[in-house]
Nanobody, 122 residues
């Protein structure tokens, strides 16, 4: 059974940094893309970042580019999201996801974590 478990969320002040982790279990995902989406209250889930199976290719939403960095460790079946210069508008539940395609659409991903709350105070 595939399981994705996020960790690292919390409450931080604007301008600070936070690192999210997502550990995947149940199978090997080295051939799968891994990504992060987020959902703020009253808003739809939106793409944040994705990394290819090899880790060589990454893509970001324009709102987080140059502030967030996605990476993965295939030996640990884990994906990370390093978030810096956080803004109040980054407040959301962040979801880890895994899928066969390196994509920005949520429909392209097969497995999802339960989410971790990130709250940025001004």
């Amino acid at each position: 059974q595939v399981q994705l478990v996020e960790s690292g969320g919390g409450l931080v002040q604007a301008g600070n940094s936070l690192r999210l982790s997502c550990a995947a279990s149940g199978r090997t995902f080295s051939n799968y893309a891994m990504g992060w989406f987020r959902q703020a209250p009253g808003k739809e889930r939106e793409f944040v970042a994705a990394v290819s199976g090899s880790g060589r290719a990454t893509t970001y939403a324009s709102s987080v580019k140059n502030r967030f960095t996605i990476s993965r460790d295939n030996a640990k079946n884990t994906v990370y999201l390093e978030m810096s210069n956080l803004k109040p508008e980054d407040t959301a539940v962040y979801y880890c996801t895994v899928g066969p395609a390196f994509a920005v659409r949520a429909a392209a991903y097969a497995y999802w974590g339960q989410g971790t709350q990130v709250t940025v105070s001004s």
